[in-house]
Nanobody
C-alpha cells in the first residue's frame, strides 16, 4: 500500500486548505484512515481519524470544530478540510491507514507528508 498526500501550502491565518491522501497498491477501504502532524522540534501528534464507513470520526481537541475528515472509498482517498487555520497549525501533515486510534504506532501505512504553513 502506498499513500500519497497532497494539498499542502502556504496560507494566511484564518484561511483554508484541503488535504488529500490517495491510496494505491491495494484497497484500504477496510482500514481506519488518519491524519497526523509534526511541527519542527515536536513529536508527531494525532489530528483526526475516520472509520471504514465514514460514519465515525475523531478529532484532536486542538482542531475540533475547524477541521473535517472525510473519505471516498471508491477513490481510495481520504480528505482533511482545514478551516480557520492558525499559525500553530503549521506542520508537516501525514496521512495513515491502519487499525486506528490516536497512537501513531496503530497505523501500518504512511504517506510522505505535505507541508502546511500558516502565516500570521
Amino acid at each position: 500500500v502506498q499513500l500519497q498526500a497532497s494539498g499542502g501550502g502556504l496560507v494566511q491565518a484564518g484561511g483554508s486548505l484541503r488535504l488529500s491522501c490517495a491510496a494505491s497498491g491495494r484497497t484500504v477501504s477496510s482500514y481506519i484512515r488518519g491524519w497526523f502532524r509534526q511541527a519542527p522540534g515536536k513529536e508527531r501528534e494525532f489530528v483526526a481519524a475516520i472509520d471504514w464507513s465514514g460514519g465515525v470520526t475523531h478529532y484532536a481537541d486542538s482542531v475540533k470544530g475547524r477541521f473535517t475528515i472525510s473519505r471516498d472509498n471508491a477513490k481510495n482517498t481520504v480528505y482533511l478540510q482545514m478551516n480557520s487555520l492558525k499559525p500553530d497549525d503549521t506542520a508537516v501533515y501525514y496521512c495513515a491507514a491502519g487499525y486506528g486510534g490516536v497512537v501513531a504506532a496503530s497505523y501500518a501505512y504512511w504517506g510522505q507528508g505535505t507541508q502546511v504553513t500558516v502565516s500570521s
